[in-house]
T-cell receptor, first 114, second 115 residues
Framework: DADVTQTPRNRITKTGKRIMLECSQT?????MYWYRQDPGLGLRLIYY???????NKGEISDGYSVSRQAQAKFSLSLESAIPNQTALYFC?????????????FGPGTRLLVL | AQKITQTQPGMFVQEKEAVTLDCTYD???????LFWYKQPSSGEMIFLIY??????QNATEGRYSLNFQKARKSANLVISASQLGDSAMYFC????????????FGKGTHLIIQP
């Protein structure tokens, strides 16, 4: 089984709808992240969490919210989806042992907002 | 502020040749980490190699090596004996030593290996 899973893998929604993307991990890592990738660009950080009680905004948090339900689960919500949120969304995890630890990514969720 | 620059939007390389993918970075931190990820057409992000700013030796992982030139703020990925399966997008990324933020990514290089 994959260490980092994301559901759904693909999602089509309409402008104004609320949607949630979910991420689960079995790696036992404390730190979890949400990124988005737009065509022709690298990944950009949306939110990150060091543990259940520690959630931080990343570079592009506007229009998004997150919930860390447990060490293993980190959800990303779009409260009112808009077309420019169409992107590939990645969840990632890492060990909390310092500033140089590797991040391991889930398979991604392709989101299309009509 | 961190910045990662990958100057090669696309590259064509003959199978079995070595290839170097360029990456330069900009940071004022003394402690940081540099990463390379591969993204095949299927979309997943695959970790390839890591280099710490205090590591004196260049990192190697199988056919991948990282040519780390700290004074030039350069962290080029070298793939030896390229294979058709190496065709993918390659991203350079950096994380500062504070660990407060996630990774900062470059825009990537699209590598195509030709038979």
């Amino acid at each position: 089984d994959a260490d980092v899973t994301q559901t759904p893998r693909n999602r089509i929604t309409k402008t104004g709808k609320r949607i949630m993307l979910e991420c689960s991990q079995t790696k036992g890592h404390d730190r979890m992240y949400w990124y988005r990738q737009d065509p022709g660009l690298g990944l950009r950080l949306i939110y990150y969490s060091f543990d259940v009680k520690d959630i931080n905004k990343g570079e592009i948090s506007d229009g998004y919210s997150v919930s860390r339900q447990a060490q293993a689960k980190f959800s990303l919500s779009l409260e009112s989806a808009i077309p420019n949120q169409t992107a590939l969304y990645f969840c990632a995890t890492s060990e909390g042992t310092g500033g140089q630890e590797t991040q391991y990514f889930g398979p991604g969720t392709r989101l299309l907002v009509l | 502020a961190q910045k990662i620059t990958q100057t090669q939007p696309g590259m064509f390389v003959q199978e079995k040749e070595a290839v170097t993918l360029d990456c330069t970075y900009d940071t004022s931190d003394q402690s940081y980490g540099l990463f390379w990820y591969k993204q095949p057409s299927s979309g997943e992000m695959i970790f390839l190699i890591y280099q710490g700013s205090y590591d004196e030796q260049n990192a190697t992982e199988g056919r991948y090596s990282l040519n780390f030139q700290k004074a030039r703020k350069s962290a080029n990925l070298v793939i030896s004996a390229s294979q058709l399966g190496d065709s993918a997008m390659y991203f350079c990324a950096m994380r500062d030593g504070g660990g407060a933020d996630g990774l900062t990514f470059g825009k990537g290089t699209h590598l195509i290996i030709q038979p």
